[in-house]
């Protein structure tokens, strides 16, 4: 099989990794890869305890699709054994564990929504009970005198919950180890996960050097923080934008992230070329109105999981029915010529404010808006060309245009 020169494959590959483990260890399996014509085995391990996926999950999804593209075999593992232990990442107490049953029915569901990204075509699935489930006891303790509980407390979650007095149980210590035989066991080239897996990875490579396997290497992404900008985007925290979600709700939920979130998730969660997030990085330094980046990115999220004109759709319902609506016909204008012009400054001069001070409090309660978003930078920057429908309370409006 023919593959892309690998700088090209790199430059795709690496976008968004945060832990690389290692740029050469890679580049060299790479060249291996072209050299021989067979593809390189990319494992993903999935949690089938939390079936319903959203944009947060498809962060490491897409970037084993990125592998798939560039035509190297993709291995899913389902990970109903590990599932019935309970991951212990991150977590200050022992977690619930679920059956074998639960997990293989939970990893249906999980498969179906990762099937939007991934190409099952090129997709290996696996349940790791295959091999995990027929390990006798003996070889149980020959696996667990790869490490020593020294090597245990290393991992951060592990250390606190010791110094703490809360309980760790011995099966959590079997956890990471019973990922690391995964890696093992199919030979696996690279791993792929979020950044709180290092640990685990980790234990893969070691389990693999010590059984004279070539180590694979280690790619970790960055967890992605949910529309509120602050906790890890989750269901239970009502901060997620879902796979399944329509293109109005993407876009919609888009538009209310933090505008320091633009960058990251134009990023991680987009296809738009790395040069012009770069541009729309220093654009947005620079002092530009992020406004119209942030619908940008609205824009190319729906492009990801249906198409252009469901993104041009989904944009125009949305100024529909937040923007255009009880919007009157007509309303002062303001001319703005300057560069230098904000959102306190305008709203000022246009004289329809006792003061500064009765500005800035409803900026603060939260009942100010530029073309439908609600705003609470009273130093929004107004450098763009273009048209603004400002509201101020309930029945103030002003529309601001830049030449």
């Known amino acids: 099989m ?28 790479l060249e291996k890869s072209i050299a021989s014509g067979k593809p390189l085995k990319i494992k993903l391990g999935a949690d089938p305890s939390r079936p319903d996926l959203h944009i947060g999950h498809a962060v490491v999804l897409r970037k084993l699709r990125q592998f798939q593209d560039l035509g190297h075999q993709a291995i899913l593992i389902i990970g ?5 232990i309970g991951d212990p990442t991150g977590r200050n107490k022992t977690r619930p564990s679920i059956t074998l049953e ?12 990762a099937s939007i990204i991934l190409n099952t075509d090129r997709l290996d699935v696996v349940h790791n009970s295959e091999w995990l489930n027929t390990m006798n006891f003996s070889e149980v303790i020959k696996l667990a005198a790869q490490v020593t509980v020294a090597q245990m407390l290393e991992r951060d979650d592990f250390s606190q919950r010791y110094k703490g007095g809360t309980p760790i149980s011995v099966h959590e210590f079997l956890y990471p180890l019973a990922q690391a035989q995964d890696s093992v066991h199919l030979h696996a080239d690279v791993e792929l996960g979020g950044t709180d897996q290092l640990f685990n990875l980790l ?5 693999q050097k010590k059984s004279n396997q070539a180590q694979q290497v280690i790619m970790t992404l960055p967890l992605l923080e949910g529309t509120d900008g602050v906790e890890k985007m989750s269901k239970s925290y009502d901060n997620y934008i879902g796979l399944s979600d329509s293109p109005a709700e993407m876009f919609g939920k888009v538009l209310s992230i933090p505008d320091e979130m633009i960058i990251k998730y134009l990023t991680l969660t987009t296809n738009l ?5 770069k541009q729309i990085d220093g654009k947005m330094k620079s002092g530009e109105n992020p406004r119209d980046f942030k619908r940008q990115l609205g824009r190319e999220l729906v492009k990801v999981y249906y198409d252009a004109d469901a993104a041009s759709t989904a944009q125009e319902a949305f100024d529909n029915l937040f923007i255009k609506k009880d ?13 230098d012009e904000t959102l306190l400054s305008l709203l000022d001069k246009s004289g329809m404010f006792a003061s500064k001070g009765e500005i800035r409090r409803l900026i603060k309660q939260n009942a100010v808006s530029v073309d439908g978003e609600k705003v609470q930078n009273e130093f929004l920057p107004f450098n763009t060309s273009g048209s603004f429908v400002v ?13």
């Open 102 to 113: 639960e997990a293989r029915d939970y990893g249906k569901s999980y498969l179906e929504q």
């Open 391 to 403: 509201k101020a309370g309930k029945r103030k409006f002003i529309r601001i245009i830049h030449n």
């Open 203 to 207: 234990m893969g490579r070691e389990l």
């Open 273 to 277: 070329p790395m040069d012009e997030v």
């Open 2 to 29: 023919k593959f892309p020169p690998v700088k090209e494959q790199l430059d795709i590959l690496s976008r968004g990794v945060e832990d690389f483990v290692s740029p050469e260890g890679l580049e060299q399996k």
């Open 327 to 339: 919007i009157p016909d007509e309303m002062p204008e303001l001319i703005v010529e300057s560069d």
């Open 80 to 84: 109903d054994f590990t599932a019935s």
